[in-house]
């Protein structure tokens, strides 16, 4: 099991800047895609972006440009800048691991980011 544990969230204001981070521990070996996902209040759980092991990123139209994920191997670390933002980011940002087109294998507990207009 891989535990995933964010930090980072905060209330913002639009147009300001959070710098998300979520720290893997356990069995990570076999982790190549790891991402973000978010989640406002009576909606769904939707994709943000993901990382592979080597560093290709993907990321949802809705935050390209402003946000940029990364990670640290070494440290079992994922991050997510997000800059430019906007109150329509506002959610509970989840970190995930072992992300494939079908599936999450784990999810972090969430953390909230609140912009603020």
């Known amino acids: 099991q891989v535990q995933l544990v964010e930090s980072g969230g905060g209330l913002v204001q639009a147009g300001g800047s959070l710098r998300l981070s979520c720290a893997a521990s356990g069995s990570s070996f076999a982790i190549n895609v790891m991402g973000w996902y978010r989640q406002a209040p009576g909606k769904q759980r939707d994709f943000v972006a993901t990382i592979t092991r080597s560093g290709t990123t993907t990321y949802t139209d809705s935050v390209k440009g402003r946000f940029t994920i990364s990670r640290d191997n070494a440290r079992n670390t994922v991050y997510l800048q997000m800059d430019s933002l906007k109150p329509e980011d506002t959610a509970v940002y989840y970190c995930?691991?072992?992300?494939?087109?079908?599936?999450?294998?784990?999810w972090g507990q969430g953390t909230q980011v609140t912009v603020s207009s």
């Open positions: 995930a691991s072992g992300i494939t087109s079908i599936r999450v294998i784990s």
